[in-house]
């Protein structure tokens, strides 16, 4: 037998199944088939002794007459508002009526999620009197629940959680455990596979400490699938998806859509590798030195670099490598023997090299059109007749709820109220996303828990690319300045989830704010082949890989079209604002250099702050009527040209020759 596992940082899983069961597990290990319900009893609304929790219907499964009475067999819909997740809800049923007994009255509903409703895994029966009639309200229920999330972190040692912790508020890395090892104890060995075989045969009821380790096949499920897996683990039949290579040794393995206490845990990395890319691999034991560890390429060319953290190492891909293809290490830990590690390339990554768009002060180049009549120079053209037009400004911060870095930038202190001090009508949003316990991913496979997380996160994007759509009508009015600022985790994509959802349907949605998107957006409200709608637009991004802004701004404004790859040639007649456009992005594109770090991203806030206030300091003698937008967009069109080493802006003198003649710089 040669059975393959696809090892997949982000795991490629179709998740269970959202269908409706199928079957009702018995507590004496037996399944049945569950037929349509002889009835069905809906709208109740049936407390419960857990605050939240509330029995909202009875599917009566059968009738059955016994001795004197009726058995009535029920399956119980329960739903939840309550403010957390209840984990492992089972309970009691007891009869107010004393004349009703109940031969089987413990029901099992599983994991329980706020604004999900569970039909229950088990039956319960009610026996009834021949005079008796069944009322869904003589029922008392007695549930019990655990609130604890599915990993918690107490028994790790002090300095590996300390570690740990530091990793997990980062958001970008995933834990690993052993493949096959379901108790947690470092080793794979008899005693794991009686503790799966057990798990299998009594569906469920054996509770196993890492459940994730167990899902052999990688469906989501432990099932005997699983269990024939692990006897070709153990006999070294198992290979790596795609090659002959066989995994002989202890395989470092993530699987974020089932628990696991992590009770070994010194090892986690990066979620998602492209070709070109880097993947980083941190050890988070204080014992483990980094100069004692010996690593060998089994396979994939990669070449070793140095990571910021003493802890941590970095494997640069190399370009060449194709999809599917994997990178194998052997790892090689003092006291603690040796480890297998795969990850796979997720994509290839295009080289994008940023190219300068030359000045052209010849006013006479053919490629100059001259604006429209309607601003041309029977207007003087150096004034836009927008100026009384207000500022409209949009302000996404992914940070301050922590949905990537628990690192606070403070926008809503230091930014949003200096914007409305200043005249600006801010349209803000500051996401809430939901990580999946431990591992970090936004997105992930199936199973209620899953369900709920990718629900809830689906949502905030909603509300994300709805206050995109509320900016861009506004700017279609007609604004003097137009602003937007975005600060995030970043990908060459955009701002917010992609970089840890994984393969599967929600992947293929690509759950992501887009930047191209956004920029497009804006542009469409503000370009009209009849008027001007904006004297100037300003877009800020706070993110890696934010070099592709200024991009877009000078692709829409050479090609109508948000690109990538800087447009070669210019085109005035499609620029968006009369006087001038600005685009800044903290970083630039590609691997390495498309990375910032928080402390550079909080700094630069500061300093925009800091542009900010010195504007509301000049105007505090000039009571100007409107406000001075021209002024603020030069203030932040300075700021935007400095401060960093490692940053990619774009600028352009829009129709309004009398600053820029017509110049357009990409730096």
């Not at 393995?253 to 070109?276: E, K």
């Not at 980094?290 to 390429?297: A, N, P």
């Not at 992609?498 to 704010?513: L, M, R």
Request: aromatic residues 8%.
């Amino acid at each position: 037998m040669n059975i393959k596992v696809l090892i997949v940082l982000t795991l490629v899983l179709n998740g269970c199944s959202d269908s409706p069961d199928t079957s009702v597990s018995q507590k004496d290990g037996l399944t049945r088939s569950v037929y349509s319900p002889v009835e069905t009893y809906e709208d109740l609304n049936i407390n419960t002794n857990i605050e939240g929790l509330t029995v909202i219907g009875y599917h009566l499964l059968s009738k059955e007459p016994v001795n004197n009475g009726t058995d009535y067999t029920f399956n119980p819909l329960l739903a939840s508002q309550a403010e957390q997740p209840m984990l492992s809800v089972a309970g009691l049923v007891s009869p107010t009526n004393p004349n009703t007994t109940t031969p089987d009255s413990e029901v099992i509903f599983g994991d329980l999620y706020p604004g999900n409703t569970n039909l229950s895994k088990t039956s319960f029966t009610l026996r009834l009197q021949e005079d008796q009639t069944f009322s869904a309200q003589d029922i008392n229920w007695t549930l019990k629940a655990s609130k604890n999330s599915v990993t918690t972190k107490d028994y790790f040692p002090a300095g590996v959680q300390q570690r740990f912790e530091d990793l997990y508020l980062a958001g970008e890395f995933l834990p690993q455990f052993v493949l096959g090892d379901v108790n947690g104890d470092g080793t794979v060995n008899t005693q794991d596979q009686d503790q799966l075989v057990q798990h299998v045969e009594q569906q469920g009821e054996l509770k196993l400490s890492c459940a994730a380790a167990g899902d052999l096949t990688g469906d989501a499920i432990i099932d005997e699938n699983d269990v024939k897996a692990f006897d070709a683990l153990q006999k070294g039949e198992m290979v790596f998806e795609g090659t002959d290579m066989p995994i002989n040794l202890p395989l470092l393995y993530t699987q974020p859509s089932m628990p696991c206490d992590l009770n070994g845990l010194f090892f986690a990395a990066s979620p998602a590798i492209v070709a070109g890319g880097i993947v980083s691999i941190f050890f988070l034991d204080p014992e483990l030195n980094l100069e004692d560890i010996d690593i060998e390429v089994l396979a994939g060319k990669v070449e070793r670099a140095a990571n910021q953290l003493s802890y941590g190492l970095n494997f640069v891909t190399s370009s060449a490598m194709q999809l599917g293809e994997k990178i194998i290490l052997k790892m090689t830990l003092p006291g603690r023997g040796s480890f297998l590690y795969a990850i796979p390339i997720m994509m290839p990554m295009t080289e994008l090299l940023l190219s300068t768009v030359v000045d052209d002060d010849d006013s006479d180049d053919p490629r100059d059109t001259p604006p429209p009549a309607i601003y041309g120079e029977e207007d003087e053209g150096d004034d836009c007749e927008l100026r009384d037009k207000g500022c409209e400004a949009l302000l996404i911060d992914f940070f301050r709820y922590g949905a990537f870095y628990d690192k606070d930038m403070k926008t809503h202190e230091l930014i949003e109220p200096q914007l409305k001090d200043l005249g600006c009508n801010v349209t803000s949003i500051y996401p809430s996303y939901i990580r999946a316990p431990v591992f970090g991913s936004l997105f992930t496979g199936g199973g209620s828990q899953n369900q709920y997380i990718n629900n809830t996160n689906l949502k905030t994007l909603e509300k994300i690319n709805k206050a995109i759509d509320v900016h861009a009508k506004k700017l279609a009015t007609g604004r003097a300045l137009g602003i937007q600022i975005v600060l995030g985790h970043g990908d060459n994509m955009g701002w917010g989830v992609s970089f840890s959802a994984p393969s599967g349907p929600v992947w293929g949605g690509n759950p992501t704010v887009s930047r191209k998107s956004l920029h497009q957006k804006v542009y469409d409200a503000e370009y009209s082949t009849e008027e001007f709608r904006v004297c100037g637009n300003i877009a800020m991004d706070y993110s890696c890989q934010s070099g592709y802004t200024p991009i877009n701004i000078q692709t829409l404004n050479n090609t109508g079209s948000a690109g990538k790859t800087p447009a070669a040639t210019r085109n005035h007649t499609l620029h968006a604002g009369y006087e001038q456009d600005v685009g800044r992005g903290e970083a630039l594109i590609g691997a390495d250099a498309g990375s910032v770090r928080e402390g550079v991203l909080s700094d630069q806030v500061e300093k925009l702050s800091a542009a900010l206030e010195a504007e509301k300091e000049d105007r505090t003698n000039e009571n100007p009527t409107p406000p001075r937008f021209k002024r603020l967009r030069e203030r932040i069109k300075d700021y935007s040209k400095s401060y960093s080493s490692s940053y990619t802006y774009y600028l352009d003198g829009g129709y309004d020759d009398s600053d820029f003649d017509h110049t357009e710089k990409l730096n």
